[in-house]
């Protein structure tokens, strides 16, 4: 099977679409899904080294010094192209110029449609868009979304919770649940005492963590607010907050007016493949607060690594979060969640148990298994356009 997939995102540009699109597709290759990515060109990142990524001319996005825009002009002229590599389907990721781009593409192929609906983007919008009023935004991401969603074949969604949410938008078109898997070979290892000393961390100091795009939907200020609370308990708690993003200045200001410089650090983007297993490695637990989620593939990456995991149960979160393997739900508050951080932290054992149950837990979240599913989504969509052309063919005589 040939598919082409198109994002407005990926790597160097580091977030949970471009981690999700290169888990899928190393993990299709095993089920003879061969995939081609369209993507725009990051011109510091210099040459593309896989042949399967088609890079397009990109420009800057206005206020959003991480992301491009890619050219449809660029796009259209790589048609020829396409045409001769006889893909089978379309596969949308992100639904800026990557979506309008990909349904031209599969209408001029004449093959089916598909997108990933990654971002729960009605509480995502107010936050950059200020001083339109909120409800007002909310109902133009969800008209939006419905008008894009009915114009596709369909609709793969990370968790139950948007599945429903997408069904309350009034999207019409077939909804699949469908993860992000954890491609196991790329989660063990790591370093404790290698990064505490390298960040000059004392072995006895209790860590918190934070992994993810430093954005305001993330909700980080009630991760500061609550690392406040747990001071009281544990005098040098520490919280790590890893990655970047357009919160980092109000963040920092917010950590400083509460007088924690010492209890809260900001280290940046690490290399995900490396140094960032080592930071994993070195939490004591790793606590994450946002509520806007699809999904929370980080809570599985860190559960991979034996860190367990304290977080709010909010949309896409609560499919990892609903067992309680290796993880614990917090409270909506930052007295709530700071008082189960400290108990948890008073249990050695107890949190040593928890983090092996993590790691177990999430190697029941396999990448392969979900490409696979994909796969079949992918030959179900295929067989559903060729039927009705089937039907049309003539009957031999």
């Not at 396409?82 to 110029?97: G, K, M, R, S, Y």
């Not at 939006?144 to 999207?171: H, K, T, W």
């Not at 995900?272 to 929370?296: I, N, P």
């Not at 979160?317 to 709530?336: E, K, S």
């Amino acid at each position: 099977m040939n598919v082409l997939m198109i994002s407005d995102v990926y790597f160097p540009r580091i977030n949970g679409v471009s981690t999700s699109i290169e888990t899928f597709r190393r993990a299709l290759d095993g089920h003879g899904v061969r995939s081609t990515l369209i993507a725009p060109d990051y011109p510091a990142a210099g040459a593309e080294t896989d042949a399967r990524v088609l890079r397009i001319a990109s420009r800057e996005v206005p206020l959003d010094p991480e992301d491009r825009m890619m050219r449809r002009t660029a796009i259209r002229a790589a048609l020829p192209r396409l045409h001769a590599e006889h893909f089978e389907l379309v596969h949308i990721h992100t639904p800026f110029v990557a979506h309008y781009a990909g349904l031209e593409i599969a209408r001029a192929l004449g093959i089916p449609c598909v997108a990933t609906y990654h971002t729960f983007f009605e509480e995502y919008l107010f936050h950059y868009v200020p001083g339109v009023p909120r409800a007002w935004l909310k109902g133009l991401a969800r008209h939006f979304s419905r008008r894009q969603c009915n114009a596709l074949d369909a609709v793969i969604v990370p968790s139950r919770a948007m599945e429903a949410a997408l069904g309350r938008y009034g999207v019409t078109r077939p909804l699949y649940v469908l993860p992000t898997g954890i491609p196991p070979a790329q989660f063990h290892g790591g370093e404790s005492s290698y990064f505490r000393q390298r960040y000059d961390i004392g072995k006895e100091r209790k860590v918190l963590l934070f992994v993810g795009r430093v954005a305001h939907e993330k909700n980080i200020a009630f991760l500061i607010d609550m690392v406040d609370a747990v001071r009281r308990t544990e005098p040098s708690v520490l919280l790590l907050i890893t990655g970047e993003g357009p919160a980092l200045p109000g963040l920092r200001a917010h950590a400083e007016r509460r007088g924690l410089a010492e209890h809260v650090r900001f280290l940046g983007y690490l290399d995900r493949h490396s140094e960032l297993h080592d930071c994993y490695r070195a939490a004591d637990l790793f606590v994450f607060a946002s509520r806007t989620e699809t999904q929370g593939l980080v809570l599985l990456e860190a559960m991979a690594l034996g860190t367990p995991v304290v977080a709010l149960a909010a949309m896409g979160t609560c499919d990892i979060l609903g067992p309680q393997r290796g993880c614990r739900i917090a409270p909506d508050d930052a007295a709530g969640f700071a008082h189960l951080v400290c108990d948890l932290l008073a249990d050695t054992a107890g949190l040593r148990a928890l983090g092996e149950q993590a790691r177990e837990y999430a190697g029941s979240w396999g990448a392969a298994e979900m490409a696979r599913r994909l796969a079949r989504l992918y030959e179900r969509c295929i067989d559903a356009a060729a039927a009705p052309l089937a039907a049309q063919r003539p009957v031999a005589p």
